[in-house]
C-alpha cells in the first residue's frame, strides 16, 4: 500500500477504483496500515492533512495519544464538519463522493464515516454536532455529515 500525506479509510463500494498514484513525500501523520476487505469493491478516502493546511489541520499537536482530533478540534455544527471535509480531503475523493448516487452514500458508512465518528467525537461527547444533527445516535451523525458534504458537492461553482 502507498504511503501519502494524509489519512486513509477504506469502505465497500459496488466498483473497484484504480489505484491512488505514489505519493513521494512522507505521511504528516501516522497512517496506520488499513485492513482492506477481502473483496476487490474498494473505495479509498484521503483526508489531507498538509503540514501548512488552513485549521483545523490534522498534525501531531491535533491528535491525542490514540490518534484521533482532540476536542478542541471537533466541529461544533454540521456546517462546520462540513467544511473541514471540503478543506482536508483530497479533491480525487471530492470528486468521487459527488459523483456517488445519493442513494448509495451508505457505502461510506464503515471508512469514512468511522472516521467521522472517531475523529468529530461522536462516541467521546461532542453533544454540539449531534444536536445540530437533530439529537441522533453517532450513527446516524455520521451520516448526516456525509450527506450534508455530498450536498454541499452537489451544487453549482461559481
Do not use: Y
Request: proline share 12%.
Amino acid at each position: 500500500m502507498t504511503r501519502f500525506a494524509g489519512l486513509l479509510f477504506v469502505a465497500a463500494c459496488s466498483s473497484p477504483l484504480p489505484s491512488p498514484p505514489p505519493v513521494s513525500s512522507p505521511p504528516t501523520v501516522p497512517v496506520p496500515a488499513p485492513t482492506r476487505p477481502a473483496d476487490d469493491d474498494t473505495v479509498v478516502i484521503r483526508v489531507a492533512a498538509p503540514a501548512d493546511a488552513v485549521l483545523p489541520a490534522v498534525g501531531e499537536e491535533r491528535l491525542d495519544d490514540d490518534g484521533f482530533l482532540v476536542a478542541s478540534a471537533w466541529p461544533p455544527s454540521l456546517a462546520e464538519a462540513v467544511d473541514w471535509n471540503l478543506r482536508h480531503m483530497a479533491a480525487a475523493d471530492l470528486a468521487e463522493v459527488k459523483k456517488t448516487p445519493r442513494r448509495d452514500l451508505i457505502k461510506f458508512h464503515h471508512g469514512w464515516g468511522t472516521w467521522i465518528r472517531n475523529n468529530f467525537g461522536l462516541w467521546r461527547g461532542n453533544r454540539r454536532l449531534i444536536d445540530a444533527c437533530g439529537g441522533v445516535h453517532p450513527d446516524d451523525c455520521s451520516m448526516k455529515v456525509i450527506e450534508a458534504t455530498w450536498e454541499r458537492l452537489q451544487r453549482p461553482t461559481p
